[in-house]
């Protein structure tokens, strides 16, 4: 079996990072109980947390450590339903309103005061659900490289990873499928992941610790009304909005963006060079300068 302490590889991000080493963060993990489904989240640090964020289909709360770390606030990441340590659910409907439902109550609980919402691609559809459809819940928020538009050929790459195998032999094989589709990144950084994001077996097989779409829903279930209705809690959002793309990712086209600012004329749109789909995973540092921009800024809404 190999060893896994999920908050032991803190220092790992940091040294990949660039980020000066000044000793462990202080982060716990909290479950939240939302109608009989745990919803389980990271906190960071011990103050009243400013940030909520939300990570991205067959990804968990650990997607952000390096991000967290250069930010050094006060924050909450949460895993979404049938991802990380959060439940399953029976349905297997893992689509953002569904989400939307089960993250409200764990933000009232665990992060009320939180300024901004941030989310990555199924998270970032979620945050829209979320802020849309109860335009209080905070001040702002900010997505990462998604937007409300079903393209499946341009997330083919994506959507080919999250539908490969559920179990694996061995970990070398698991992680060989992961390093085959994330050719920028390091190793080291893909085996962190994986350990974050799968389960060793009794027998010595992995296994993702998400969960699929319940076999009998697909995207075209909700195409495109659904995504319209996305659409709509977007321009719906009152205050200060981001985008953030990745320069090399293929999933958000200039005409999706420009959809955005025609519903959000005064949205603020970033462009990452040198990043992919998961810009937290290939530039956390400028993601987190980001961020923190965003959540100091004073913008028009």
Known sequence: MIHYDEFAYFRENADEAGLVWRGAPVVRRETVDVDGHAISALVWGTATPELVLLHGGGQNAHTWDSVALALDRPLVAIDLPGHGHSDWREDGKLFPSDNAAAIRPVIDELAPDAHLL???????????????????VVERVAIVDVLPTVDTERAGDIIAFLAGPETFANFDEILERTIAFNPTRSESSLRRGVLHNAIEQPDGSWRWRYQRFGSDVTLGDVAPEHFDLLWDDLARIPGPFMLVRGADSPVVADNDVAELLRRKPNARVEVVAAAGHSIQG???????????????ATMAP
């Open 118 to 136: 941030v989310g990555m691609s199924l998270g970032g559809l979620t945050a829209l659900a979320v802020a849309g459809r109860d335009p209080g």
């Open 282 to 296: 290939d530039q956390p540092l400028e993601l987190a300068r980001l961020l923190d921009d965003f959540a100091r």
